[in-house]
């Protein structure tokens, strides 16, 4: 007889992740995944359970509401780092008879011509081996389907899983976004400017397990709110990814008047960008942040040569991670479009730096000069204010 309840296991890449590090891994995937389901699925579990590689999720909705509630299913998981892939699942007993039936009861009902067995094992004192299983469960099937066993393409593959004394049998795999579970890698200060990068770097930061909250320039009363908008749509889309983040908002405008009115023109746009980082980096610091992440790729503009990352860098101390740097810009587009970030990042803005943007900026910065400049500037004030005017939100 097939038992009814429903589980979802999910599995991850075990790759890199064995021995100490496997507990830590696991016990913040399946926070992240309970912490999802709570919120946008409540009361729709029983529990989440770790087992032998596997998160096991026990569903406690009925057969009908799993079903009207299965799009939100993939979504959570299909953007939740750290799992490899998903299954809907059944639970069977480890007792090959029971399993042989178990099996034939869940695919008799489908249209196929062709299927195949695929046990795995995990639970290595059950006496049969997974090729013994495959062998005398698809036996029954081609008995009582009289259809035909194929293992390179089948139309159906029941695949059972022997773990923890337990069997389930599912039939589908579904890819996850693979990556780390957000919050096992620490977490990070991503500059967000409203611009196409910038999101997709704060994805790649995501993706390898780093909790990403946000800091944007503005240049308001100058420019209009759009910029301002546009990254809390973006921090909300980006919170597919992860549960919560903040948005820290520093008004710019003071900063780039005084830069104007003491730096020569060509090295504004790479002073800005240093006082940009300094403000992040003291943020950082009050805030244990460990790194911080720009959508920076070289030679992408002008402003992106070797040269002026070099002269720009130089200003902090605090790691600058660049997760797009060697991508080319349709790269980047087609991840945008993919991640659901690229329709908001085209809306129009103007630019905090485009609004006291010079003629002709400088491509190739020499840092001794830009050392020089800045010295007429009252860095340390300059950061203390901007740091008074910042407003936090919720992303
Ligand atoms: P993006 O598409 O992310 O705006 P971009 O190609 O326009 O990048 P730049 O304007 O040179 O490139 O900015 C480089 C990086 O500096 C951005 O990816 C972002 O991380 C950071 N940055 C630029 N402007 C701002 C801002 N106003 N607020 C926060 N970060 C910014
Ligand atoms: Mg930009």
Known sequence: MLHNTSYIICHYAEIGIKGGNRNYFERILAKNIKEKLDKELPDSFEHIKRISGRILVKLSSS????????????????????????????E??????????????????????????????????FPMTSEEINKEVGAYVVEKSKKKVNLTKPDVNCFIEIVDRRAFIYLEKIKGPGGMPVGSNGKALILLSGGI?????????LKRGVKADFIHFHSMPYTTPASVEKVKNLAKILGKFQIQSKIFLVPFADIQKEIVLKTPEKLRIIIYRRLMLRIAEKLA???????????????????????????????????????LIGFDKEDIIKKAKQIGTYEISILPHEDCCARFVPKHPEIKADLKEVQIAEKKLDIEKMIE???????????
């Open 197 to 205: 990068d910038s999101p997709v770097a704060a994805y790649y930061a």
């Open 285 to 323: 610091q009050d805030n244990k942040y460990l790194a911080l992440y720009t959508g920076e790729s070289v030679g992408q503009v002008a402003s992106q040569t070797l040269e002026n990352i070099n002269a720009t860098e130089d200003a902090i101390n605090l790691p600058i991670l660049r997760p």
């Open 63 to 90: 057969e009908k509401q799993i079903k009207n509630s299965l799009n939100t299913y993939y979504l959570i998981l299909t953007t939740t780092f750290g799992i490899a892939n998903f299954s809907f699942a059944i």
């Open 92 to 125: 069977s007993k480890q007792d090959i008879k029971i399993l042989k039936k178990d099996c034939w009861d869940l695919i008799r009902n489908k249209k196929f011509k062709t299927f195949r067995i695929t046990a795995q094992r995990s639970q290595k004192d």
């Open 385 to 395: 204010k901007a740091v008074e005017k910042i407003k936090i939100e919720k992303g």
